[in-house]
């Protein structure tokens, strides 16, 4: 049985790693490009998030930090590169960065790390604006407001790779993107690994084990922060400018978003999360200022009726589909979708004319206000009954799914 | 004898062991010695200070004073960690297990520490031959087989004790000192969980608190009785059942009835 | 001295108005476990309330209809939101605050826009109290302190004299037991909880003329509060209190001092050489470095005692 777990899992990788390679040729253009490649560091910096809060159960608010301070010890070591103080390949610098993320995570989490809980969160925050506050002092090392500039191409052409066209920039966080996924999904399957997830759930009892949590949480969010420092070194690459808003409070909530929404109950949940709200700020920012709003509402959403994020809405349904009874769900599932549907175009409408309201005045917008509104009351009222319709059928499919199990 | 020789002979000495919660002084002065390899039971009303003396033993509170030494070496007031890693090993009496995990990793996780596998990050754990192995043996022991891959927070009570008592176990601590192991047991889970018990101690040295005559009378060797943070008496089961100072202390209730 | 005395007087304002804040969000976190993250947003709302309904009432009605509506929210805010939540554990009940705040400051920016708005100190308080030396003190000041004294008295005879507060005391350590006395504890939550936001509302009222009203203050107000409540130990009253003067004299005594470290070592004898390596770091201001202490001293605090000055938990 392991064997077989074994192959399936080699297989799962492998696909993933043909998807990466062949994902510029499915979308190629400039800017699905560069959304590639902001695709690939974000699902770094989501994992690496999620090694905290989802495996060792520590909710920091400033994971940006490690993020921002390797993006900026790499842009300084690219730009010592191209003064010639010393050599390194172009595709070895996210290691630089990794490394970066790595000490001052070691450094710092020595000092957050010493308090679990929600004292950790308000700790994390606190370093966070310090961490910001000092970036803004120390003008030398993160340039003010102007950030450090780097060029990529620094490192020359080794082995006919000059890092100038983005497709080669493409490829290299791609690469990156796959170890540090492999290296991840490793560690969870590590002693230290599973000693993280026993910490989270009773760190008390694991000191009666043998094991001191306070160093298990250390050491987990050193690691998290060599990744998180890999995923700042690529955006240096990347962008060619890093700025002190990337190891801000902003960078350091986005995450927690992305980890949340796609779900820190699963090792693969944090991918769909970093992919979601990254396609979702580059479009959405693309056609509404409200886009930031509609990003919290769904955060609310998430936290009040699925707490484990979309990737337990997908292994929810796992018995279902195995057991065969997705047919019985679907009616229930299709109501809510159109009573959602109708409430969300109205709640979209309200939040657009608030915005853009008070610049147009006419007859229209009034239409618009009320047609608005009534779809929020009309599709409220038919949501509420489609949630209990929903309701409904999942309990009486719960004592048929546990036959089958 | 010398304090210091004495301490040396047991598997745990306690010295005048104090421990004071606020005004409240909840261990006034507790001697205690159990030989290496011998059963011994702690008893005593509720509101005693057992629970409190476990915590003392093990590090989960630092005593007030007093010192504590196991196999001779001195533990007053270590981390319970450092303490586990010298060969002691204890349960709780509410089921502390981890509910998240599998029962087999539960008892993994166990046993990772003492195999010496530490904060390994390089190592799969599913390789680990002898940790599996050895979780493999414990969940033998426990009679969880086919309870493996189940949520431990999943389990019913009495399969959880077990589990508790597992962990406890898992490591090869030789010193285990087990709090209420049967708290909360039907009569027949009761039976089950002592010969669990006196097939899994085999060969070390148990201290535990338990509050079922039956249970205690089945497995001590020794008994000793703690009543308001003092032990009044140390001695077999015959002489405890003797002693008139035992039989003050729980107002004439017979001792070797139901005490529930 | 005069520049000693008068940065007193504005760091004991400015410590009360940051205790009006640590107080709420410490109340709210030892009686129901929940830290407020969006705590800060709700003193942010009270500043934008209270420009809002003065534009229409003035000043002194907007001065009680503000922190009320504040405290509406928060109730209605822990009756649908929170309570809902509280069954899936502390993490996401934190998450759900930090969401909170997130799509608070949105609105804010959907209402009042990105700018700040025009939320003045009103005429009649618009004044000279008195002249120290050469100094003026502004009578607002003055009055910021008396709101702040008076709410803290009145916050210290409800807790201790009337039997909502005796009820608050107990369920912060036996909330099973008050339940099983047949008192409504997740009524008392809400109120609890309502009653915090509006002090935090007040303390908008009171800080968003004097300092700035805009959708940023939330969050450079927010983190300064949770530095405070970690210094002073989690879930202490005292501690918070302590910490509040401590953190906002701190503030306000370093943004006056223009020294540089290089100033500084020169008095104690020791010259840098411009020429140096370390010229550049060295050459910041005290006052430059301001926005960073209370974030180093949080640090020290943790390094030397993880609980804080009063803390008696450890999570």
């Known amino acids: 049985m392991e064997r077989a777990l074994n192959k399936s899992r080699l297989i799962l990788w492998s696909s993933v790693a043909l998807l990466f390679v062949l994902l510029p040729f499915v979308f190629p253009g400039g800017f699905a490009l560069s959304i590639l490649s902001q695709l690939g560091i974000a699902i770094i910096f989501a994992l690496s998030y999620n090694m905290l809060l989802g495996q060792t159960g520590l909710l920091s608010f400033g994971h940006a930090v490690y993020f921002g301070l390797g993006a900026f010890v790499t842009a300084h070591a690219i ?3 191209e003064a010639g103080v010393f050599g390194l390949p172009m595709s070895f610098m996210p290691l630089v960065g990794g490394l970066a993320g790595l000490v001052f995570s070691l450094l710092l989490g020595f000092v957050t790390t010493r308090r679990p809980g929600t004292p950790f969160a308000m700790i994390s925050l606190g370093i966070a604006e310090m961490v910001a506050a000092s970036a803004l002092m120390f003008t030398t090392f ?30 290299l966080i791609a690469v990156w993107c796959f170890i540090s996924m492999a290296l991840m999904f490793v560690i969870t399957r590590t002693p230290l690994g599973r000693i993280a997830n026993a910490v989270r759930d009773n760190p008390e009892r694991t000191q009666f084990v043998g094991y001191n949590p306070t160093r298990v949480r250390w050491i987990m969010m050193s690691l998290a922060g060599f990744f998180a420092g890999i995923g700042g070194a690529l955006t240096t690459i990347n962008y060619e400018i890093i700025t002190a808003e990337s190891l801000g409070l902003m960078a350091s909530g986005n995450v927690v978003l992305m980890a949340f929404i796609g779900g820190i109950g699963q090792f693969w949940g944090p991918i769909i999360g970093a992919v979601l709200v990254t396609f979702l700020q580059s479009f959405l920012s693309n056609f509404t200022q409200a886009w930031l709003l509609y990003f919290g509402l769904l955060f609310l959403l998430i936290i009040l009726f699925s707490p484990g994020g979309i990737s337990s809405l997908i292994t929810i ?21 159109w009573a959602g549907l109708v409430t969300l175009t109205g709640i979209i409408g309200v939040i657009e004319l608030l915005y853009r309201g008070t ?5 229209n917008v009034a239409v618009t206000w009320v047609f608005s509104g009534l779809l929020v009351l009309v599709g409220a009222f038919f949501l509420r009954r489609a949630i209990r319709a929903v309701t409904q059928v999942w309990e009486d499919l719960t004592p048929e799914l546990a036959r089958w199990s | 004898m010398e304090l210091g020789e004495r ?36 008893i005593g009303p509720n509101g005693a200070g057992k629970s409190t003396l476990f915590n003392l033993i093990s590090g989960r509170f630092p005593v007030s004073s007093g010192s504590i030494a196991l196999n001779g070496t001195d533990i007053t007031s270590k981390e319970p960690q450092v303490i586990n890693r010298l060969g002691l090993s204890r349960s709780f009496q509410i089921n502390n297990i981890f509910p998240k995990l599998s029962v087999f990793e539960n008892l993994r996780c166990s046993v ?28 033998e022991m426990i009679g969880l087989e086919n309870r493996r891959e189940k949520m431990a927070g999943e389990l019913t009570y009495a399969e959880q004790r077990a589990l508790e008592i597992g962990i406890t176990i898992a490591s090869g601590a030789n010193v285990i000192l087990l709090d209420e192991p049967t708290a909360g047991m039907s009569r027949s889970e009761t039976e089950v969980a002592v010969e669990l018990i006196s097939r899994v101690t085999e060969g070390k040295t148990l ?15 020794r008994i000793s009785v703690l009543v308001y943070g003092e032990v009044i008496a140390s001695g077999t089961p015959a002489e405890i059942r003797m002693s008139k100072k035992v039989q003050e202390a729980y107002l004439g209730t017979p001792i070797d009835g139901d005490e529930e | 001295m005069e520049f000693f005395l008068i940065t007193l007087l504005n760091s004991l304002s400015y410590g009360l108005l940051l205790f009006m804040l640590s107080s709420g969000l410490t109340l709210i976190f030892s009686m129901m476990g929940v830290l407020n993250f969006a705590h800060a947003s709700f003193y942010m709302l009270g500043a934008y309330f209270a420009y809002q309904t003065g534009m229409v009432f003035g000043f002194w009605p907007a001065l009680f209809l503000a922190p009320i509506l504040v405290g509406v929210i928060g109730a209605i805010t822990e009756r649908y939101g929170l309570r809902k939540v509280h069954k899936f554990g502390h993490v996401a009940e934190l998450l759900f605050t930090f969401g909170l705040a997130y799509v608070i400051e949105e609105v804010v920016h959907l209402i009042w826009g990105r700018a700040p708005v025009d939320y003045r100190i009103p005429e009649s308080l618009n004044f000279t109290l008195f002249t120290l030396f050469n100094t003026q003190y502004p009578a607002y000041r003055a009055f910021m302190m008396l709101v702040s004294v008076g709410m803290l008295v009145s916050l210290y005879l409800v807790l201790t004299k009337t039997r909502i507060g005796l009820i608050v005391q107990a369920s912060l350590t036996h909330p099973e037991m008050v339940q099983a006395l047949g008192h409504n504890v997740p009524r008392v939550f809400m109120l609890v909880f309502a009653g915090g936001c509006a002090l935090a509302g007040l303390a908008g009222v009171l800080g968003g003329n004097l300092f700035i009203t805009e959708p940023g203050m939330a969050f450079s107000v927010g983190s300064i509060v949770f530095v405070v409540v970690v210094v002073g130990g989690m879930g202490s009253l005292v501690g918070a209190f302590i910490a509040s003067l401590l953190i906002g004299s701190i503030q306000t005594f370093s943004v006056g001092f223009d020294l540089s470290f290089i100033d500084l070592m020169a008095g104690l004898g020791v010259i840098i050489d411009s020429n140096s390596s370390w010229y550049a770091g060295l050459s910041i201001t005290i006052s430059q470095t301001a926005p960073v202490l209370p974030y180093l001293l949080m640090v020290l605090m943790l390094i030397v005692r993880p609980r804080g000055l009063m803390g008696t938990r450890e999570t």
């Open chain 1, 142 to 171: 993160f340039g003010g407001e102007g950030g450090i500039v780097t060029n990529r191409t620094a490192g020359g052409v080794v082995w006919g790779i000059s890092y100038g066209p983005q497709i080669q920039v493409y490829y």
């Open chain 2, 112 to 139: 990772l520490w003492v195999l010496g596998y530490r904060y390994s990050f390089f190592k799969r754990t599913s390789a680990l031959r002898d940790a599996k192995e050895s979780a493999e043996r414990t969940l």
């Open chain 2, 7 to 42: 301490m040396n002979q047991h598997a745990l000495a306690l010295v005048d062991v104090r421990k004071r919660f606020g005004q409240t002084e909840i261990i006034n002065g507790v001697n205690l010695e159990i030989v290496a390899g011998e059963r011994h039971a702690l």
């Open chain 1, 79 to 81: 730009n010592f590169v």
């Open chain 2, 207 to 221: 201290l535990m608190v338990e509050h079922d005559m039956g249970v205690v009378f089945d497995l001590a060797d």
């Open chain 1, 359 to 363: 610049l147009v005045v006419g007859v």
């Open chain 1, 317 to 337: 349904h796992a018995p279902v589909w195995r057991a065969g009874v997705m047919k019985r769900l679907l009616p229930s599932y299709m109501f809510a979708l």
